[in-house]
């Protein structure tokens, strides 16, 4: 099975995360780049128009795969906006695709976040995994946004969360190749 991994990260959790998912799966790479600078001002503005920033590379990159899986943050319960253009993309074009976060999880769950998936792409992904930075943090303490959102895993942390992943999208993938081959 020929995989993507697409990666957009603010704070390069996400893009370390998406780096030892691809090496786990043998899988191209791919980080997305926004072509304006990305600020909190902007996110915030993206997040509360809807907006979409133009991206680098062209979303037309992923026909080639079997199966994309991107791995960005989540921003006020929505994917990151710099994601939405491959999202977008995925609706015309349909493909199997998966969703990995590492977002920060001071709020709560993102519960609304498959729903949101759904809407964007017009189909569900084959797999969701939203772990949060809370959880990386001292168990018996309360992170504040502060604390999330200035929080860099280290790469042990990454590789622990991308065995999960790996183990979980390999067993994905024999189910996607078994379905496509009946």
Known sequence: MNIAVISYSYT????????????GLSAKHIKITAQRPVTMRT?????????????RPATDVITQYDLILFC???????????IRAFLRYLKSNPQAYGFLSIS?????????????????TGKKPVIL?????????????????NDTSEYKISEAEANRLSEAAVKEINRLSKHLLNSATV
Do not use: C, Q
């Open 72 to 82: 960005g943050p989540v921003w006020m319960g929505h994917v990151a906006s710099p």
């Open 129 to 145: 995994l939203d772990r949060h930075i809370k959880t990386l943090i001292s168990k018996g303490s309360k992170p504040t946004r």
């Open 12 to 23: 390069g959790n996400n893009d370390m995360l998406a780096e030892f998912v691809a090496k």
């Open 43 to 55: 996110i915030i503005m993206d997040m509360l128009f809807a907006r979409t920033p133009e991206v």
């Open 104 to 120: 920060g999880g001071a709020d709560g769950e993102n519960k609304t976040l498959h729903r949101e998936l759904l809407k964007r």
